[in-house]
């Protein structure tokens, strides 16, 4: 095979296995790839997203210790008050929005409780429920 294809089919089957990987739902959020700015843009497709690191999700259970266990139950299968977060089958994105701005009637808001990075945590922390 010239090198050239060779060269091209190497990308297709990168591609081809980021974007099943993302379909798994593997992609947890990294720290590291996080800035305090532009949360939503970072979060917009799990298929871009790294696995996170054991800090960040020992952090982000920490912060589900502290503010979501009490409706979301310790081990996070969801109680009377809220559901169960395992698989989540919506973005990152919303995740992260969910956290931040509440959901009316619902759920209270994190906005001030938490900044990006904190609510990066707590994000890789529920894609890593097992």
Same mark, same amino acid.
Request: charged share 20%.
């Given at each position: ?5 060779? !060269?091209? !089919?190497?990308?297709? @089957? ?9 379909? @798994? /739902? ?8 996080? +800035? $305090?700015?532009?949360? =939503?843009?970072?979060? @917009?497709?799990?298929?871009? !997203? *790294? &696995? !996170? ?6 952090? #982000? $259970?920490?912060?589900? #210790?502290?503010? %979501? +266990?009490? %409706?979301? #139950? ?7 008050? /809220? ?12 995740? =992260?929005?969910?956290?931040?701005? #509440? ?15 904190? &609510?990066? *945590?707590? &994000? $890789? ?6």
């Amino acid at each position: 095979m010239p090198k050239s294809l060779e !060269a091209k !089919a190497l990308k297709l @089957a990168l591609l081809a296995a980021l974007l099943a990987l993302g379909s @798994a /739902g593997l992609g947890a959020i990294s720290l590291t790839t996080l +800035s $305090s700015s532009g949360l =939503a843009s970072k979060f @917009a497709d799990n298929r871009f !997203a *790294t &696995v !996170a690191s054991p800090e960040s999700i020992e952090q #982000g $259970s920490r912060f589900y #210790g502290m503010s %979501c +266990s009490h %409706c979301h #139950g310790d081990d996070a299968t969801g109680t009377d008050d /809220g559901p169960d977060l395992h698989y989540l089958p919506i973005s990152n994105a919303h995740i =992260a929005t969910s956290i931040k701005k #509440g959901i009316q009637g619902q759920m209270p808001n994190f906005s001030r409780k938490y900044d990006d990075r904190q &609510v990066a *945590t707590i &994000v $890789s922390y529920l894609r890593s429920l097992r």
